[in-house]
């Protein structure tokens, strides 16, 4: 069975950072390419970062390039995404996904 | 950015009736590979996003035959042909052919 478990979320003040960690099981974890996408409080999906299966290629929505860094450690089997300098429309409940979706993990940022 | 276009937003079905989403990109999404990387995920309330369609028209091995996709280059649709309790919430359509990613902004499905 496929899992995608996402943690670290929580509440943050403007201007600090975050940590997002997504534990990935029953599949092979380093063959595919993995996403982060957001989901603001009663909004749409918004797609954040791509990262490719073997960590040489990343993607950004331009809102988080320069302050998100997307990555992924295949021998833990686990995908990353760290957030600095984060803002108030950064709020959002963040998805760890390939083509199944983990749970999410909400982050505020407030202060 | 691809701009994704989804009609109707809401849908009131009963139990039984055919449902039907369009979604309509802003770009052609046929990628240089030749497939054109349209998909549809399904958001129950209080959930998280399931998959349901991948290339437009391939259903994910879970989920029921009832649904199908079609469509080419801009348009596409997503067809239920019998409604049922379980397939309410938001519908989104996504593309994956061009970066930024981008996503409709979902067809809420209720069951009369």
């Known amino acids: 069975e496929v899992q995608l478990v996402e943690s670290g979320g929580g509440l943050v003040q403007p201007g600090r950072s975050m940590k997002l960690s997504c534990a990935a099981s029953g599949f092979t974890f380093s063959n595919y390419g993995m996403a982060w996408v957001r989901q603001a409080p009663t909004k749409g999906l918004e797609w954040v970062a791509t990262?490719?299966?073997?960590?040489?290629?990343?993607y950004y929505r331009d809102s988080v390039k320069g302050r998100f860094t997307i990555s992924r450690d295949n021998a833990k089997s686990t995908l990353y995404l760290q957030m600095n300098s984060l803002r108030s429309e950064d709020t959002a409940t963040y998805y760890c996904t390939k083509d199944y979706w983990g749970q999410g993990v909400m982050v505020t940022v407030s202060s | 950015d691809v701009v994704m276009t989804q009609t109707p937003v809401s849908l009131s079905l009963a139990i039984g009736q055919p449902a039907s989403i369009s979604c309509k990109s802003s770009q052609s999404l046929l990628g240089t590979s030749g497939k054109t990387f349209l998909n549809w995920i399904l958001q129950r309330p209080g959930q998280s996003p399931k998959r349901l369609i991948y290339q437009v028209s391939k259903l994910y091995s879970e989920v029921p035959d009832r649904f199908s996709g079609s469509g080419s280059e801009t348009e596409f649709t997503l067809k239920i042909s019998r409604v049922e309790a379980e397939d309410l919430g938001v519908y989104y359509c996504?593309?994956?052919?061009?970066?930024?990613?981008?996503f409709g902004s979902g067809t809420k499905l209720e069951i009369k």
């Open positions: 996504w593309q994956g052919t061009h970066f930024p990613l981008t």
């Open positions: 990262i490719s299966y073997d960590g040489s290629s990343t």
